[in-house]
């Protein structure tokens, strides 16, 4: 963290008003902003930490009276109490920043895993680990959260994806229809890739996967041997709607009998002038629509 936040950022990182920060400041004495030289006021990242553990209780109905009152180790305790009551998705997400905040693997498990247990894997993943990488991207381009926080938080949701794929494995997939999965050369947010990849298995499709950055060259001879009937790739890093949008109408000539499916955040300003087998999916619910529109097509074609 760099350690440097005015009210404003707090105020945006917790979801407190900062006029309420400031009576909480003054009336219980909970953080302690510090001063330059200019008089000008800032928190450390001890007292982010700090507040967003007070948010998260605060919102659940504790009084901002009885949490000033405790100790960080009863405000942990607290805190893993609601996280595991609470069906509520943003207390869910609230308690998983701020494990990332702390690198805390632990506490990240066990929120995760209670969430499994009670809304299932994707649902987990469409409500929660979703919402929760779009909050850590707005925290990480203001500079509110450093790259180790960022991959600890990453890597950890990785390692959960690919055992819960590997889950997904079945020798005969029930429909005779792939899937081919891949970020094109220089692209590297490989998380929503996965996701896809998992929901593609379990829906009953064949899956291959080439991952991150693929020269399109070797996309082309992958495409040219396997003909897969759909493919999906994802835009996030800032690259130029035309560049997008040029990388896609010459794929299309390519690949012309193959759908091609695009996400992410830039994929989804290039809306106009796409070929007509490309296809763009503004969220993973969109794709979870899909996959139920398709294996229901192909389950009439059976009949």
């Given amino acids: 963290m760099n350690g440097d936040y005015s009210i404003k950022d707090l105020e945006k990182l917790s979801g407190i008003k900062a006029h309420t920060i400031r009576i909480w400041e003054k009336r219980y004495n909970i953080i302690h902003p510090q001063r330059t030289d200019s008089n000008y006021r800032y928190y450390c990242d001890t007292e982010l930490k700090k507040l967003l553990n007070i948010a998260v209780l605060n919102n659940n109905g504790y009084k901002i009276s009885h949490i000033a009152k405790l100790s960080e180790d009863d405000i942990n305790q607290a805190l893993l109490r609601v996280a595991e009551a609470d069906t509520n998705y943003q207390t869910q997400i609230d308690s998983l ?7 805390d693997r632990n506490k990240f498990e066990r929120i995760f895993n209670h969430n499994i247990l009670k809304f299932g894997f994707e649902d987990t993943f469409l409500h929660i680990i979703y919402p929760l990488l779009m909050k850590v991207g707005v925290m990480w381009q203001t500079s509110k959260i450093d790259p180790c926080q960022e991959h600890f938080l990453s890597n950890l949701i990785r ?30 947010h490989e998380l929503g890739l996965l996701f896809h990849t998992y929901m593609v298995k379990k ?67 290039c809306t106009s002038n796409l070929p007509e087998n490309v296809k763009t999916l503004r969220t993973a619910e969109d794709f979870k629509a899909e996959m139920k529109n398709l294996g229901a097509q192909f389950e009439l074609e059976k009949v």
Avoid: W
């Fill in 97 to 103: 920043v701020i494990a990332m905040v702390d690198l």
């Fill in 159 to 188: 390692q959960k994806l690919i055992v819960a794929i590997d889950g997904q494995y079945k020798p005969h997939p029930k429909y005779d229809k792939a899937f081919l999965f891949f970020l094109p050369e220089g692209e590297l």
């Fill in 203 to 269: 829906y009953g499709f064949r899956a291959i996967y080439l991952g991150q950055s693929v020269p399109y060259e070797d996309l082309i001879a992958v495409y040219e041997k396997h003909k897969p009937d759909y493919m999906l790739t994802a835009f996030v890093t800032p690259c130029g709607s035309e560049k997008i949008t040029n990388y896609l109408t010459g794929l299309s000539k390519e690949c012309p009998e193959t759908t091609i499916y695009i996400t992410g955040s830039q994929a989804c300003q």
